[in-house]
């Protein structure tokens, strides 16, 4: 990592980067057009001016306490809370096999568009009210949007089912059941999400839905060291079998889990801008991905939620540049921990790896 100040470098040079996305969710990436449309099409009103719908703070629907369902990120002073009733809201405008396929065809232009090749989606079905109990047929209404998306030449797209930390241990093994039995198109992980802080440990209560998930050949990845501390990240590695952490920001804390990450090659998905939303760090200053990085283990740059969060992935590889003094090498060496970091199947990641060297010879002027 550079330690001195380097010139400003061009979300330009970032889009033309090959590169994977591996910590961001579908659920958070509606652009203001999508629920728009979607909110006329089914004839239901909207929580507040359009205008301002992506101001969460705004709209009383979002602002109580209390919420049953998993996510990502969090957006103005609602806080987690207000965003995750934010998100069940959106989601609910979703209701027929036509529009989540459009949905998840959107999601592939937005990745294309910042110069992601593949991208490891999130998605956790208790947001999408309309399909409770067809989960199956909400992924499969998913995976035609994906593969027409790949038949037009966008970004390549896997799906990480997402279980929600409030949701019982049997109930969890049922779905990943499903999920085994059914094996539908798209889905290559088994991811746990939700609030941390809110619902405390939950590592012991999933070990059987992530044993059942690994023994099927389903990859790992866990939202953990968000909200909670280092612990959690140790539930994940230790209970989950987790190839991949979400977050993990907090590792930081504790040198014996660093020690663990690296020898155990578990990358880490961060999203410093949600971090900073969220108040997980208080500034820029503070957030720990350059010690991270000094350390020694395998980081990503993500966006978690970048439509509430009016963000780009560009945008934020050219922050972190800005705030952190990385070159463009840093940048071509999280591209390339990037597509090691995903679940790409091997011939993707050798032709990503490919593109990569070929576009980062000549670093851009």
Known sequence: MSQNHVARIDETAIRALPKAEVHVHLEGTFSLLDMLT??????????????????????????????????????????????????????????????????AYAFAVRQSASGIRYSDVIVNPTH????????????????????????????????????LRNQSAAEAERLVGELVAARPRRVVALSVDGDEKVTGRTGEKFRGAFALAASAGLHRTVHAGESSGPEGVWD????????????????????????????DGISLGVCPRSNLTLG?????????????LAAGVSVTLNTDDPAPLGTTLEADWAVAADQFGFGYGDLVGFAARSIDASFADVDTKSRLHAELAAVSEVAPV
């Open 38 to 103: 979607l909110a006329k099409e089914n004839d239901v009103a909207l929580p507040g001016p359009a205008a301002t719908l992506f101001d969460i703070s705004t709209h009383d629907a979002f602002a109580a306490p209390e919420v049953t369902t998993g996510g990502g990120a969090g957006a103005g002073s609602a806080g987690l809370s207000g965003f995750l009733r934010f998100l069940d809201w959106q989601c609910g405008l979703v209701r027929t096999p036509s529009q989540a396929a459009r949905v």
């Open 128 to 163: 999408w009210n309309a399909w409770r109990g067809r989960e199956l047929d909400l992924l499969d209404a998913f995976g035609a949007g994906f593969d027409e998306a790949e038949q037009d030449g966008l970004c390549q797209v896997g799906v990480a089912y997402s279980l």
């Open 236 to 263: 994940a590695v230790e209970l989950l079998q987790a190839e991949r952490i979400d977050h993990g920001v907090r590792s930081i804390e504790d040198p014996a889990l660093i020690d663990r990450l690296i020898a």
């Open 280 to 292: 997980i760090y208080p500034d820029w200053d503070s957030h720990p991905l350059p010690r991270l």
